[in-house]
């Protein structure tokens, strides 16, 4: 009787527990989707701000006081405005006829853009007043050679889905747009020597470049010359991979294209030029074999970046269902990416903040950032405006000559942070109020662009990609992922899921890495 006494009273303490705790997460939650639908509202300021009202594109950037545009803008710009303008809608930002107004005027713009006739892809770079493709670039005069790439056509395309998926009075239009964009052209069935599947270009020029290109009959359309870069977008965790999934999903490159890129670079010291030797396991998809490396920060595996950057592993994911499709890979790799990042900037270098991604260089200009030793370039991407550059261990090939170096002046970019809002949140709302409430890094457009931590300097400033992000995580966060619905048709589904779905990276946790996750 007394036994039983007992378990009546601890139950009745758990269940006293959980009511108290009830009004205290509704009120947690209330805060946090308050705070996110005021920070979209701030950020949808920003985008407004920099597109021009005739034309329908953005500026590539815009001053902290709203008031000084850039004169260029690109494909990537372009597609983040228009599902920027979707995700405003379904908050309640804006309303249905404004949004379709504004998608309307730039879908008329895009469809007058020069572009690249037989592929139907859209150049690098145009005026955003005017539409024109720029051939030499907007104050200082210097030559610009009319480029195509490989990404930012993709992230103007993904939105183009989107379009079409949301809003039905546009579908046609939308659609007939990214019909005509063939991706087949960035994509080489040889690729890269030793690797299986193909491999994407970076992009091409329709005439000869002064720097490094490979001449070549376009891929797909055989009686058209173009000049290819010399480099091809090979490694796993990249922005790039958004071209590589329409291209799947079109039916225009075959699934196995997903074996064409590296986790890291393949062991021994014959690569040990990569920041770490990888450890992993060779496995065969398809009867291909696929080196199955990952890299370690404080006991977790992850299948690393390039530079060790947010939007490298996260962008893709605002728009495709990664995880739900890759359980094995993405639903294990993207969590850690996170936690990775988070350790570096309050743990490791002691920042007190932490979000680490290419973005405005609070000291003028532009900047790539990331975790340096969690990205495959050697002299990856930085967390501070010194540069400062580990360099780790290689056993049996090399010591490191800075295995645990001292780190400055830490480079922080907000939209770092809400990349990490489906994997970590209590940390991502509570790192973005410090950056608010604390440094000040918030103006009329929301979220400054960046912020060095040690000296507060502030890159006072808004980039239309950057905004774009946050825009779209965001909308993500508080609709239930409806970007993801719009973007996913039933052929991309049938063609994609599946080959996402016997990937197997080797990411895990390992002994350490939990206590960061949370």
Same mark, same amino acid.
């Given at each position: 009787m007394k036994r039983w006494m007992g378990a009546a009273a601890t139950i009745g303490l758990v269940m006293a527990s959980l009511t108290l705790?009830?009004? #205290?997460?509704?009120?947690?939650?209330? @805060? $946090?989707?308050?705070?996110?639908?005021?920070?979209?509202?701030?950020?949808?300021?920003?985008?407004?701000?920099? /597109?021009?009202?005739?034309?329908?594109?953005?500026?590539?950037?815009?001053?902290?006081?709203?008031?000084?545009?850039?004169?260029?803008?690109?494909?990537?710009?372009?597609?983040? !405005? *228009?599902?920027?303008?979707?995700?405003?809608?379904?908050?309640?930002?804006?309303?249905?006829?404004?949004?379709?107004? @504004?998608?309307?005027?730039?879908?008329?713009? *895009?469809?007058? *853009? $020069? &572009?690249?006739?037989?592929?139907?892809?859209?150049?690098?770079?145009?005026?955003?007043?005017?539409?024109?493709?720029l051939t030499s670039w907007p104050g200082s005069g210097d030559p610009v050679h009319p480029f195509l790439s490989s990404v930012d056509n993709g992230w103007l395309a993904a939105a183009l889905r989107i379009v079409r998926g949301a809003e039905p009075l546009l579908a046609a239009r939308a659609e007939a747009l990214y019909d005509s964009m063939d991706f087949s052209t960035?994509?080489?069935?040889?690729?890269?020597a030793d690797l299986p599947g193909g491999s994407i270009r970076g992009g091409f020029w329709d005439s000869a470049p002064p720097d490094c290109s490979v001449a070549s009959a376009?891929?797909?359309?055989?009686?058209?010359?173009?000049?290819?870069?010399?480099?091809?977008?090979?490694? /796993?965790?990249?922005?790039? @991979?958004?071209?590589?999934? =329409?291209?799947?999903?079109?039916?225009?490159?075959p699934a196995t294209a997903l074996h064409g890129t590296r986790r890291?670079?393949?062991?021994?010291?014959?690569?040990?030029?990569?920041?770490? *030797?990888?450890?992993?396991?060779?496995?065969?998809? $398809?009867?291909?074999?696929?080196?199955?490396? #990952?890299? @370690?920060?404080?006991?977790?595996?992850?299948?690393?970046?390039?530079g060790g950057s947010m939007f490298e592993a996260l962008m893709p994911d =605002?728009?495709?269902?990664?995880?739900?499709?890759?359980?094995?890979?993405? &639903? =294990?790799?993207?969590?850690?990416?996170?936690?990775?990042?988070?350790?570096?900037?309050?743990?490791?270098?002691? !920042?007190?903040?932490?979000?680490?991604?290419?973005?405005?260089?609070?000291?003028?200009? !532009?900047?790539?950032?990331?975790?340096?030793?969690?990205?495959?370039?050697?002299?990856?991407?930085?967390?501070?405006?010194?540069?400062?550059?580990?360099d780790v261990d290689k056993p049996g090939c090399s010591d490191g000559a800075r295995p645990s170096p001292d780190f400055g002046d830490g480079v922080v970019t907000p939209h770092a942070s809400f990349l990490a809002l489906p994997y970590d949140r209590k940390a991502v709302m509570s790192n973005l109020r410090g950056l608010e409430d604390d440094l000040d890094v918030y103006g009329p457009g929301g979220f400054y662009d960046a912020v060095a931590v040690g000296s507060?300097?502030?890159?006072?400033?808004y980039l239309s990609l950057d905004q774009s992000m946050i825009m779209a995580a965001i909308g993500n966060e508080l609709t239930g992922d409806l970007l993801k619905d719009y973007f996913v048709d039933p052929d991309m589904e049938k063609r994609l899921r599946p080959a996402m779905r016997q990937q197997e990276f080797g990411a895990s946790w390992g002994a350490g890495g939990e206590s960061c996750a949370a």
């Open positions: 705790a009830g009004p #205290v997460a509704a009120d947690a939650e209330e @805060r $946090d989707s308050a705070d996110l639908h005021r920070w979209a509202q701030d950020t949808w300021r920003s985008l407004t701000a920099m /597109t021009d009202e005739r034309t329908g594109l953005p500026a590539d950037h815009i001053s902290g006081d709203l008031a000084t545009l850039s004169a260029y803008t690109s494909p990537t710009n372009i597609g983040g !405005y *228009l599902w920027s303008t979707v995700t405003a809608r379904d908050l309640g930002l804006i309303g249905a006829d404004e949004a379709r107004d @504004r998608m309307s005027a730039t879908l008329d713009t *895009l469809a007058d *853009l $020069d &572009r690249h006739d037989a592929s139907g892809m859209f150049y690098n770079w145009y005026s955003p007043t005017t539409g024109q493709k960035f994509f080489d069935p040889i690729g890269v376009m891929h797909g359309h055989p009686g058209h010359t173009v000049y290819y870069t010399c480099h091809y977008y090979d490694t /796993t965790v990249s922005e790039s @991979r958004i071209a590589i999934y =329409l291209g799947i999903a079109d039916g225009d490159i890291t670079m393949p062991p021994g010291c014959g690569w040990s030029w990569q920041e770490q *030797l990888p450890q992993g396991e060779y496995r065969t998809y $398809d009867g291909a074999e696929v080196w199955e490396g #990952v890299y @370690r920060y404080e006991g977790m595996s992850f299948v690393p970046s390039w =605002l728009l495709v269902p990664e995880t739900t499709w890759g359980p094995t890979s993405w &639903r =294990l790799n993207h969590p850690i990416t996170v936690a990775v990042q988070k350790k570096h900037g309050l743990d490791d270098a002691g !920042y007190g903040y932490w979000g680490f991604s290419p973005a405005s260089n609070p000291f003028g200009g !532009y900047g790539e950032y990331g975790v340096d030793v969690a990205g495959i370039r050697s002299d990856g991407y930085a967390s501070d405006v010194e540069r400062t550059d580990a507060g300097t502030i890159a006072e400033q």
